[in-house]
């Protein structure tokens, strides 16, 4: 936490918030690693703002990696599961919009 206090501008939560939502998600990792299938090398949690990933290593123990999840004011927001998208036939195909 104390590394990440300096360059972490802007969350949606505060410090203690963070704080906690980081540990839950350390451990759901933990737990997603060790339950993990024979043929699977990752554990993963993650919420909207921070990704938590345990990869396999050739060593005894796996590498953590801790991911902020970026958001952009232009990114394309999804429609309400109540709206439809527009769709309209062109020739034999069909277009969305």
């Known amino acids: 936490?104390?590394?990440y206090d300096r360059h972490v501008v802007c969350l949606d939560k505060a410090p203690d918030d963070f704080e906690a939502a980081l540990n839950s998600l350390l451990l759901k990792a933990i737990k997603a690693?060790?339950?993990r299938g024979p043929q699977l090398r990752h554990g993963i949690a993650l919420d909207r703002h921070v990704t938590v990933i345990l990869s396999q290593?050739?060593?005894p123990r796996p590498l953590c990696g801790i991911y902020f999840n970026l958001h952009s004011p232009y990114q394309k927001q999804s429609l309400p599961k109540t709206v439809k998208p527009l769709t309209e036939q062109l020739g034999n195909q069909r277009a969305e919009g």
Do not use: F, I, R
């Open 1 to 3: 936490m104390k590394m």
């Open 33 to 35: 690693y060790e339950s």
């Open 57 to 59: 290593n050739d060593g």
